[in-house]
Structures are given as C-alpha cells and as structure tokens.
C-alpha cells in the first residue's frame, strides 16, 4: 500500500512556524534576512517562491537549514513514495482533514486505530469487513481532529481501550474514559508484538507517538520536512524540537514516520531533509 498525499507545509507554513516558535515578528525577520518587507508579505502570502538566497538567508536568521529549506522552498523537496506495511491501512478523516491509521493483525484478527478524528463510519466499516475486532483507540494528542470518532468507535466496540497520555487525558474528558494508563516507554502487547509510547510534548503537552514494528505514528509532532504547532500552555519551540531530535531522531534510520498530516517519510529522510534540523 501506499499514502500519496502532498505535503503538509510548504516554505511560507516552516517560515511562519520557525517565527513564531522564535518570537520574531515579519519586521525582525526582514531585517535580518535581509529580505525587503514587501518581498517577505508576498513569499509568506504564497503569492511568489523563493530564490535559493533569499531562502538561505531567512533560514539563517531563524535557526533554520538553510540548505533543506532551500529545497522545499525553491526544488519542492518530498519524501520518496513507499511501499508500507500490510498491517497498515489509512484514510483521511473528514470533516477536518487528519491522517487516521488502522493497524489490522491477520493472525489475532484483532485492530488498533490510530487518530480517529470526524466520522467512525468508515472505520466501523473496514473493521466489519475484516472481521477484526477493535482493541486499542491510540490518541496521539487531545485535538478534535484526531479524537472526535471515539465516542462512536467505543459504541461500536465497547471493550476497545484507548490510549493517551495522561496530560491530554485530563483535557479530552470522557473520550479518554478507561484509559490504559501507559508511561513514556511503556507497551502494551499487540499482534505478534508490541506498541510502544514515546512521550514527545511540544505540539501539546502530553504529545505521544507510538512505535509498532518500524513505524512511527506521530501525529502532529513531526510531519514530512516539518513540525507541528505549539498549543502546549507548559511546553515550548525548544521542547519540540528537543522531542524530535532525542526521541525520534534516535530510532533506526529506517523507521518508516506515519504523521497526522501529508504523506509518510522515514527517519532517515527526516534527518536529511527537514529543515527544522
């Protein structure tokens, strides 16, 4: 199977989050990209791209590669196309756009689901099909794009249980009812194996990702050449980056980066290719 969908961001959307995450407003930056403020509205407007110099030199003054950017600003850098899983299934969750991913194991005929946001219908509907019975609700973070099909999903399947960290846990309120209480590196057993939670605040607080046989689900920590923003009240820009670099720039290189917008990367291409590194 493969996910062809365009990126999430493009250089205006890492412009703008690097800015904010830098508390720098459009005049700091032109001044110190030396970029003329009629030339920075209209590159972060998307009404023009950028050249390779103005590219470099506005990563320069944010703390950003400037030769990654340079390459999704001006080349249109994507992550290569990917065979995935057989495990893995996918579908973009409506109303509000997300990357809502099934995990199906033949053998036990058993099912997660990662980031269910909008409608369960068809998630109810696949499950039926393959005559799986859902176990695990996984949640990477409490924002409504991922979460609001629980409700529905534990009608359809009242012993799934859903995991979340704590910290969103006390912000979802009765979506994260009976919640399996897992600490950051703890597992639960899935499968023939196990997924395992990696605590990675910065996009919220209680962000998680979840690692099950070489692929990473992210939700909106880390997209493909790009982050998420920050919604954490006690987490930062720091924080974020921090969480990416330490503990998910530490798995194999080959670790295929499942996120909760745009298309699938791997580890591998992330450290090579996302600009925020």
């Not at 944010?62 to 249109?76: E, F, N, S, Y």
């Not at 946001?117 to 176990?135: F, K, M, Y």
């Amino acid at each position: 199977m493969r996910i062809d969908i365009a990126r999430e961001d493009n250089f205006a959307d890492i412009v703008r989050k690097a800015s904010t995450g830098r508390k720098m407003s459009p005049a700091r930056l032109s001044a110190e990209a030396s970029v003329a403020p009629e030339r920075l509205a209209t590159l972060l407007a998307e009404r023009a791209n950028p050249t390779d110099e103005e590219a470099r030199s506005i990563a320069h003054a944010l703390h950003l590669d400037p030769t990654k950017l340079a390459d999704i600003g001006c080349r249109d850098w994507s992550p290569a196309p990917m065979e995935l899983d057989g495990e893995l299934g996918h579908q973009i969750n409506a109303p509000f756009p997300s990357n809502g991913y099934f995990l199906i194991s033949n053998d036990s005929k058993t099912a997660a689901f990662v980031d269910p946001g909008g409608d369960a219908e068809n998630i109810v509907r696949v499950l039926d099909r393959a005559n799986a019975r859902l176990e695990y609700i996984l949640l990477t973070h409490k924002h409504h794009d991922h979460v609001d099909a629980v409700p529905e999903l534990r009608d359809a399947f009242p012993e799934a249980r859903v995991v979340v960290s704590r910290v969103d846990a006390a912000e979802i309120g009765d979506k994260a009812r009976g919640a399996l209480d897992i600490a950051d590196g703890g597992t639960i057993p899935f499968g023939k194996g196990e997924i395992r939670v990696i605590y990675t605040p910065g996009h919220t607080d209680g962000g998680v990702c979840f690692f099950y046989r070489g692929m990473l689900f992210t939700g909106d920590t880390l997209f493909a050449g790009s982050v998420g923003k920050l919604f954490g009240p006690h987490v930062g820009y720091e924080d974020l980056l921090n969480s990416v670099s330490t503990r998910i720039f530490t798995l194999p290189a080959a670790t295929v980066v499942l996120p909760g917008h745009g298309p699938p990367s791997t580890v591998e291409q992330e450290r090579n290719h996302n600009p925020f590194f």
